[in-house]
């Protein structure tokens, strides 16, 4: 390479060419030199449909760096030569027809530029040999559940052979050839598949080329009914009832065994009837309560459904075997069991295993060897599980604890909330640590209590999966801090959420205690007023009252009229006034008269009429008189056969509180019914 620059500006060495420095350069290649044309190679002739022309190209060597001009002569027609230029990658061709009934073809080549000359032949084909069909069409295909059949263009007079290729989804390129004369069926296909085609064809086995390869046509094979059992294991929960709960799995078919899309599974539980249950094609799982029953379970898709699997519901007997396990990857462990302590000879076991807490992502695998690798771990979950003897005797099973292959301190700690406090005791309990922030399996909780007023900080520590803890011993009001952490095979985890609280003093809970009992009589008061407002209520407490009065009526000897009289000698003696005989009018009279009482009551009554008046020492002045009407009750009571008519439920004697309000009943005395007749007489 040289550099070439303007003449009045010398190029210094090191200096470069720019626009901006004022040299302007031009960089030439110096160019190798020319070679003369090699000898022809690697000529080929194709002929396009059997009448169409023929095309040939070929290889002239390297490349010549200079004009190059390529001839081909055919033989049979001297006057004619075929020319064309050679291109940069030194290849030559030329297209022409075929003259006459040829049955071969013979052809000369000639290679030359300014260097020299070059000249190849006679080269012969077979013209049949070298026919190139056209590129066939697939117009429509029809498909079934296993086979598809191609149709195609008109495949010509003497093609009698195609080849098929074709490929399911993710699928490698299957060939047939097949002839034309019979239809093109391409046969055991996968039901309900997507399946690509493609076409080529030729003369025959051995005589001419293989044609482009034709356009790809797509179309999917019908549905079939599932022709394979589920793999269905189950798991026992735990509950409280007398029934047994089972949670059974299923395992998704695959497509080629499902044969179509599932639309449902039917999950049939036979006890005393059978009892179907018909869930969607995405569960695959359902839970079932029973005592002794049997399960079947089948899938279904819009053909039909697969043969059915049963499987007898059992409890799964734990037995002390002992499994061991080994990481062997991030994702991967194996695990050995011995036979003796779970089986007592070679059988199937079933290993299922899942995340801790998480029963529904269930796996499991069955192997018929006493040892088992389990793939597709996540690094930072906790995984248990167990190993299963299918024996016919009873199954018999050895649990698997805390499996992880990636050991860590948990990234978040718990957060405690208060369960119930007390002045000197407290329950706490705590959430779960999310899955992914345990990074192990969780051996531990530690509670960490801080006496905020004495400074002392004390731990005790909980067993997984425990999630709460009583504190015991607290002091009256005193103020605390609390907090739990999580604890792996690798160590603690950091301190969850803090959880402040404080005690109540003494003084505090004896106030706390009056008030609440202050409220209870409250409460008890207005609910006592509220029910006291109905009628019937008031009745059958009045009722109630009149049973706690004395039933005996009093003796009329112990009034204190009776000892006036007793002390008077029997006499009644009442106080008139002076008594003027001037009074052109009577004095004022009395008028009695003895009222019988309903026939309810033994006692009859005394109608009494008073007149009033009055007057004075000196003038007697007769006045306006009102007639006063009172009724005196007698000494009596109720009958006791009437008495339990009315109150047949509380047979008692009459309450006073009870309408009609006479002055009678159990409390009658003399001192109620006597007349006091000094106001008939009392004159001022």
């Not at 009315?646 to 001192?671: I, N, Q, R, W």
Request: charged letters at 20%.
């Amino acid at each position: 390479m040289y550099v070439v620059g303007p003449s009045h500006i010398p190029l210094h060495p090191g200096r470069r060419c720019s626009r901006r420095n004022g040299v302007h350069c031009k960089v030439k290649w110096r160019q190798r030199s020319p070679y003369p044309p090699s000898i022809p190679e690697n000529l080929t002739c194709i002929r396009k449909t059997e009448f169409g022309n023929v095309s040939c190209t070929w290889k002239t060597g390297r490349d010549t760096k200079i004009t190059t001009t390529c001839q081909l002569r055919v033989e049979g027609v001297p006057d004619f030569v075929y020319k064309s230029v050679m291109n940069s990658a030194g290849f030559c061709s030329a297209t022409f027809p075929i003259i006459g009934s040829m049955s071969h073809l013979i052809v000369w080549l000639n290679v030359s530029n300014s260097l020299g000359s070059t000249t190849t032949g006679p080269h012969t084909f077979t013209l049949s040999n070298i026919v190139k069909p056209s590129r066939p069409n697939i117009r429509h295909l029809e498909c079934s559940s296993q086979y598809c059949s191609l149709h195609t263009n008109n495949h010509g007079a003497h093609l009698h052979l195609f080849e098929v290729k074709y490929r399911g989804e993710n699928e490698t390129w299957k060939n047939l050839q097949t002839d034309a004369e019979s239809s093109l069926n391409i046969s055991s296909l996968q039901p309900h598949t997507n399946y690509e085609f493609q076409i080529r064809r030729k003369i025959n086995h051995t005589v001419g080329l293989w044609s482009d390869w034709s356009l790809a046509k797509t179309a999917k094979t019908k549905e079939e009914a599932p022709d394979k059992v589920l793999d269905v294991w189950y798991l026992q929960e735990h509950s409280q009832s007398q029934n047994k709960c089972f949670l059974i799995f299923w395992k998704e078919l695959s497509k080629s065994d499902a044969k179509g899309e599932i639309q449902m599974y039917n999950i049939s539980e036979k006890r005393m009837k059978v009892k179907s249950i018909i869930v969607g094609p995405t569960r695959r799982h359902y839970n079932i309560c029973c005592t002794y029953c049997s399960v079947s379970v089948s899938a279904i898709n819009s053909v039909g459904q697969s043969p059915v699997r049963f499987i007898e519901l059992r409890s799964l007997g734990l037995v002390s075997g002992f499994v061991s396990h080994n990481t062997l990857n991030n994702h991967s462990i194996a695990l050995f069991w011995s036979t003796l302590a779970i089986a007592t000879h070679r059988t199937e076991y079933v290993l299922h295993w899942y995340p801790v807490g998480r029963r529904d992502r269930l796996e499991w695998i069955r192997v018929v060897d006493t040892k088992a690798i389990i793939r597709g771990l996540h690094p930072k979950e906790c995984y248990q599980g167990a190993v299963t003897a299918l024996c016919s005797s009873g199954f018999r099973m050895a649990s698997i604890e805390g499996i992880s292959t990636w050991k860590s301190v948990p990234e978040q700690g718990p957060v405690p909330q208060q369960n119930w406090k007390k002045s000197e005791s407290l329950q706490v309990k705590w959430s779960e640590i999310p899955h992914d922030k345990r990074r192990g399996c969780l051996t531990k909780y530690t509670v960490y209590l801080k006496d905020n007023v004495k400074g002392d900080i004390q731990n005790n520590d909980v067993k997984y999966p425990m999630k709460q803890y009583t504190i015991s011993g607290l002091s009256p009001g005193h103020c605390y801090n609390l907090w739990v952490t999580a604890w792996t095979d690798a160590g603690e985890g950091p301190r969850g959420s803090d959880l402040p609280f404080c005690t109540p003093s003494d003084t505090e809970k004896l106030l706390s205690l009056v008030i609440l009992a202050g409220g209870a009589v409250l409460l008890t008061c207005l609910v006592l007023l509220c029910i006291c407002q109905f009628s019937c209520v008031q009745s059958r407490f009045l009722t109630c009252c009149k049973c706690l009065m004395p039933r005996d009526i009093p003796d009329p000897a112990n009034s204190k009229w009776a000892k006036d009289c007793a002390i008077d000698q029997g006499e009644m003696k009442f106080p008139l006034h002076q008594y003027d005989s001037s009074m052109s009018e009577e004095p004022d009279t009395v008028e009695v008269e003895v009222v019988p009482y309903p026939s309810s009551f033994t006692c009859t009554y005394i109608k009494s009429f008073s007149q009033t008046s009055g007057c004075s020492d000196t003038t007697l002045i007769t006045r306006s008189s009102d007639i006063m009407e009172d009724y005196i009750c007698t000494h009596g009571a109720r009958s006791g056969e009437e008495e339990g008519d009315e109150f047949k439920f509380l047979p008692c004697t009459v309450s006073p509180l009870l309408e009609p309000h006479f002055p009678c009943g159990g409390k009658l005395t003399l001192d109620v019914v006597k007349i006091d007749c000094s106001e008939f007489l009392d004159c001022t």
